[in-house]
Nanobody, 119 residues
Framework: QVHLVESGGGWAQPGGSLTLSCSPSESHLKISTIDTVAWYRQAPGQQHELVATLSFGYPNYKPSVKGRFTISRDDAKNTVDLRMNGLKDEDTAVFYC???????????WGPGTQVTVSS
């Protein structure tokens, strides 16, 4: 199974923007060969929730982020990025990316990348 690594988290004010990146842990692997890349997030005390997917080049979004978040692939950087605009307090969470859709009890959740939105 391909393992992906997240980066780019940080702090933003409400209304601000952050871009997260997801890349293969083994750099010789091409993220373009992965059919579906998914971004999840987990807020404190909550389960993981699916935020966005890029599947065979087509994006899909959780309704609450549609119009604010954009998932895209950058072949030059070998990443799938999640551009987050119009951030809200409720977007505060640890964000994870996976190769494919995974269940909540998936044993391979990595450390993720923390996104904190606050004033």
């Amino acid at each position: 199974q391909v393992h992906l690594v997240e980066s780019g988290g940080g702090w933003a004010q409400p209304g601000g923007s952050l871009t997260l990146s997801c890349s293969p842990s083994e750099s010789h692997l091409k993220i373009s060969t992965i059919d579906t890349v998914a971004w999840y997030r987990q807020a404190p005390g909550q389960q993981h929730e699916l935020v966005a997917t890029l599947s065979f080049g087509y994006p899909n979004y959780k309704p609450s982020v549609k119009g604010r978040f954009t998932i895209s692939r950058d072949d030059a950087k070998n990443t799938v990025d999640l551009r987050m605009n119009g951030l809200k307090d409720e977007d505060t969470a640890v964000f994870y990316c996976t190769a494919g859709i995974v269940p909540e009890n998936w044993p391979n959740w990595g450390p993720g990348t923390q996104v904190t939105v606050s004033s």
